[in-house]
């Protein structure tokens, strides 16, 4: 069967090539998953290969790999809860300067406390 004049012979024409990185992997998350394998075309490019080699680490259970993905494909996403761990610590009074002897008492008065408030808690019961 001849071509008619004036029409393409591959009207789906040439597939294109990924120009990123982000393009390659996209269209490698969209294919079916045949078996365990993600399926690659005749002539892949690097990129599709490291592509593919990414979400199989991932489908594996490798966490970064999938985050690695998420931040990818979406952008990087800021935590919802936000790290507290940032703040500045809170500023408290320094300690007063003792010397060894109002230590050591200051300790023993502490002892004195803990053991009264123990008691009180075992009378309680």
Do not use: C, W
């Not at 993600?38 to 490798?62: S, W």
């Not at 966490?63 to 952008?75: M, Q, T």
């Amino acid at each position: 069967m001849p071509f008619k004049k004036g029409y393409s012979g591959n009207p789906a024409g040439r597939p294109t090539k990924h120009k990123l990185f982000r393009e390659a992997l996209v269209y490698l998350l969209r294919q079916p998953l045949v078996g365990n394998r993600i399926g690659l075309p005749k002539k892949p490019t690097i990129e599709q290969v490291m592509a593919r080699n990414l979400i199989m680490k991932a489908i594996r259970g490798h966490i970064p790999s999938l985050k690695l993905i998420f931040n990818i494909v979406d952008g990087k996403v800021e935590p919802a809860v936000p790290d507290y761990f940032d703040d500045p610590p809170i500023q408290t009074k320094p300690e007063p300067k003792m010397s060894d002897r109002e230590r050591a008492l200051h300790i023993k008065e502490l002892f004195l406390l803990a053991e009264r408030e123990a008691a009180v808690i075992v009378e309680d019961k």
